[in-house]
């Protein structure tokens, strides 16, 4: 179903240090997932992306980890920058569905 | 660079009036792009389905007379909220896929959004 929340959960990370940003979703039918990142003011910015055949995937100092036994998602990135404080979504897509439901989301801060 | 663009960034109107806001691909023909609302402090909720030559299809909830969508040629979609009330104060974005393909395993490409602030 979709995610709405009246509160992003937080987190806040020391500048340099790997930050691990964790999505539960329902939908077992889902078969790709994607994790975006939002700056304020600015539209969702695609990140990484995984199948449901893979279990991990690595991108330039991000991973994406799928658990399909328990439903759960992560995203690390490592070496956090300032640049990297923002909010984070997961969205899954089940097969053959072509709409995208985002998860409720995740304020990542950088403290310099 | 950008694939999709969004305008206007930001619009203010009266309570009563209609506003439209445009959504472009850039780089390709978009069959299906897709709206979504956000409120603040709150994730992306899916409106409708905009699909180019045919009517949208609109998620539960939302209501298709009040926000009217065109998908007018394959590269413009645009989003008309009527008669705005306070309530619908809002930040709009569209998107479209990064491929226009059937097996929808391509990631959403999405504009910067309008902010839209009804008084």
């Known amino acids: 179903g979709e995610s709405v929340g009246l509160h992003l959960p937080t987190l806040s990370v020391q500048e340099g240090d790997n930050s691990i940003i964790n999505c539960a979703y329902s939908?077992?039918?889902?078969?790709?997932f994607i994790w975006y990142k939002q700056e304020s003011g600015k539209g969702p910015q695609f990140i990484i992306d995984?199948?449901?055949?893979?279990d991990k995937r690595q991108g330039q100092r991000v991973t994406v980890l799928l658990n399909k036994t328990v439903k759960h998602l992560s995203l690390q990135i490592a070496a956090t920058q300032p640049g990297d404080s923002a909010v984070y979504f997961c969205?899954?897509?089940?097969?053959?569905?072509?709409?995208?439901?985002f998860g409720t989301g995740t304020r990542l801060t950088i403290i310099p | 660079g950008a694939v999709v663009s969004q305008h206007p960034s930001w619009v203010i109107c009266k309570s009563g009036t209609s506003v439209k806001i445009e959504c472009r691909s850039l780089?390709?023909?978009?069959?299906?792009m897709f709206w979504y609302r956000q409120f603040p402090k709150q994730s992306l909720m899916l409106m409708a389905t905009?699909?180019?030559?045919?009517?949208?299809?609109?998620e539960q909830g939302v209501e298709k007379d009040k926000f009217l969508i065109n998908h007018a040629s394959l590269t413009l979609s645009t989003l008309t909220v009527t008669s705005a009330h306070p309530e619908d104060s809002s930040f709009y974005i569209c998107?479209?896929?990064?491929?226009?393909?059937?097996?929808?395993?391509?990631?959403?490409?999405f504009g910067n959004g309008t902010r839209l602030t009804v008084t």
């Open positions: 939908n077992s039918a889902s078969d790709y």
């Open positions: 995984i199948r449901s055949n893979m």
């Open positions: 969205a899954e897509n089940p097969f053959g569905n072509e709409k995208l439901t």
């Open positions: 780089d390709f023909q978009a069959t299906t």
């Open positions: 998107s479209r896929r990064k491929i226009d393909d059937s097996s929808y395993n391509s990631p959403l490409h």
């Open positions: 905009s699909n180019e030559g045919s009517k949208a299809t609109y």
